[in-house]
Nanobody
Framework: QVQLVESGGGLVQAGGSLRLSCAAS????????VGWHRQAPGKQRELVAA???????NYADSVKGRFTISRDNVKNTVYLQMNSLQPEDTAVYYC????????????WGQGTQVTVSS
């Protein structure tokens, strides 16, 4: 069973930074696409950043230039470095793995709360 554990969230002032971690079981990080998603209250979950098994990355337009996704294959961990945080970044952040038919519904964890104050 895949296990994904998010951590690193917290309360920060606008303009601040946080680094989120997604610790995964097995070799998920190195052999699969892993993405960070976020969901704000009353809003739909959105994909923020993804890293493919090749190492290629992509980002939502709203976070380009501010967020960086990376991975450590040895630690089986994916990170999301978030800089220049703004109040609109406030959300619960989740990581997940992409399968052949999309993100695995059963892999959503508890997420980690990011709150950015103005």
């Amino acid at each position: 069973q895949v296990q994904l554990v998010e951590s690193g969230g917290g309360l920060v002032q606008a303009g601040g930074s946080l680094r989120l971690s997604c610790a995964a079981s097995g070799t998920i990080v190195s052999f699969n696409t892993v993405g960070w998603h976020r969901q704000a209250p009353g809003k739909q979950r959105e994909l923020v950043a993804a890293i493919f098994s090749s190492g290629r990355t992509n980002y939502a337009d709203s976070v380009k230039g501010r967020f960086t996704i990376s991975r450590d294959n040895v630690k089986n961990t994916v990170y999301l470095q978030m800089n220049s945080l703004q109040p609109e970044d406030t959300a619960v952040y989740y990581c997940n793995v992409r399968g052949s038919s999309g993100w695995y519904d059963g892999y959503w964890g508890q997420g980690t709360q990011v709150t950015v104050s103005s």
